[in-house]
């Protein structure tokens, strides 16, 4: 299906008020946790998706395909906003909220290896495991051990 084909079958779907009073009903429970820019963002990845994967020949109506398909595209959305604020919280009690420049340099100095360093400075840049994996051209999970072998010294260290 060709990608203009698809933009007129969303373009359409989104007149339809049907749609989206089911598109707002999967969405709805995560009002307090999305915000609207967000849900929008998940209904129209969700209706991209059900227009391109939707296989009318088996036994699900497009609509439940859509509306299970909004559903789980504001958990994966919730799910990411997770573990990206994962390690934005202070990384010990003894250091304080404040974004001190100097605390970021004594941090900074604490660490040994160039790589650690440019790994703390992207998590604190907010950058993704997968996207610092691509990046330093690792696995995901060796990254994530890495980040996370990281942030227990520098906890050990500003205890």
């Known amino acids: ?18 749609i989206i009073k089911l598109m707002a009903m ?6 307090n946790q999305l915000d609207e820019d967000t849900l929008h963002t998940c209904k ?7 227009f391109v994967n939707h296989d009318p020949k088996k036994a699900a109506k497009f609509t439940t395909y ?7 595209e504001c958990m994966k959305e ?19 909220d404040n974004q001190d420049p100097f605390l970021m340099i ?15 400075i992207d998590k ?3 950058f993704t495991i ?14 994530r051990r890495k980040m996370h072998k990281i942030i227990k010294n520098i906890q050990k260290k500003f205890a």
Do not use: P
């Open 78 to 96: 919730i799910k990411f906003k997770n573990k990206s604020n994962r390690l934005g919280g202070k990384l010990h009690n003894n250091i304080s």
């Open 66 to 72: 859509l509306y299970h398909g909004v559903f789980i």
């Open 124 to 126: 604190a840049s907010n």
């Open 26 to 31: 999967a969405a709805k429970r995560f009002r």
């Open 44 to 50: 129209i990845n969700a209706l991209w998706k059900a």
């Open 130 to 143: 997968a996207e610092m994996s691509e990046k330093y051209q690792t696995n995901r999970e060796s990254t």
């Open 106 to 120: 004594d941090i900074l100095d604490e660490l040994k290896d160039e790589t650690e360093k440019q790994m703390f």
């Open 1 to 18: 299906m060709s990608d203009s084909c698809i933009n007129t079958k969303i373009e359409d779907a989104l007149k339809d008020e049907n």
